[in-house]
């Protein structure tokens, strides 16, 4: 019986270290069946590098970008046109050396995304003008203006090294409050009042940049439409020139034109804001 077992145990031992290993064969014929990648060559591991220190540049250009500007500048306008409050119609046409007070200022905060941008104006001006000499009428206006919009890269192009254009659209909208005295002299008569309103607006931005550092620039918008409150139609046209003078401040000059047809009531309740305002304009961008 012992010899029997032994025996047994003897044949369980040979068959055991008789089986293959299943695991190891497979392997060797995975290898060999599985090709083997070819080393990349020196001209294509230079090109990889310079694939990847550029990507790196762009990502760090990109964290350093900055996306904030608040901006400020003061306008110095003509005007000319038609005005009336109750009733009390003027046509006006003077310059701004003419005017007793002639302030315009402006300030804004813009956003700019890769793609898409956000841009909040606030604005505010106020025009006295009597004509000297015999004094026959006086013209007093005070305005206000609060504007937000969309912005939009539509396409940009390189000229040449470091020249760039640029095209961007805005769709965005006004609220716009206006008080207007007029007063005439002979017999004295005194047209007072105001209006508030909001109004539509699109618009686009041209621009040539050479180096970041100096651009020349143009934008139009124009809105109104004649719905609701808003006028029958208002446009601003800018042009200007930019530098930028450190990382974070750009100064700004150029020209702007202005012109709004917006008419409501009748008879002693006539309001009537038909003008175009132009002249220059400066200023400065702080960026963060």
Known sequence: MKKLILTGMLLCSVTFAQEPNPTSEETVKEEAATPKEEAATPKETDNQGVAQQEEAKQQAAKQNRLQNGLKFHLWFPNLEG????????????????????????????????????????????????????????????????????????????????????????????????????VTKYDPKIKGDDDYTWAEPYVGATVSLSYAKKYALFTRCDYGGFGIGSAPEHV??????????????????????????????????????????QEGIFAGFTFYF
Not at 97 to 107: P, Q
Not at 131 to 156: F, N, Q, R, Y
């Open 235 to 276: 446009y601003n046209l800018t042009f200007g020139a930019s530098y930028r003078a450190t990382k974070r401040i750009s100064i700004d000059a150029g020209y702007k034109i202005y012109d709004i047809d917006y008419k409501r009531g009748s008879g002693d309740d006539r309001f009537i804001y038909d003008i175009r």
């Open 82 to 181: 038609k005005v009336a409050a109750k009733g009390v119609k003027q046509n006006v046409d003077f310059d701004y050396d003419d005017m007793e007070d002639a302030s315009g200022i402006g300030a804004g905060y813009v956003y700019w995304g890769d793609q898409f941008g956000f841009e909040a104006v606030l604005g505010a001006s106020s025009q006295t003008w009597e004509p000297s000499g015999k004094k026959t009428h006086k013209v007093e206006i005070d305005k206000a203006m609060l504007g937000v919009g969309v912005l939009g890269h539509i396409a940009k192009f390189e000229l040449a090294k470091d020249l760039m254009l640029g095209l961007d659209g805005v769709v965005g909208g006004r609220v716009v409050s206006l008080d207007m005295k």
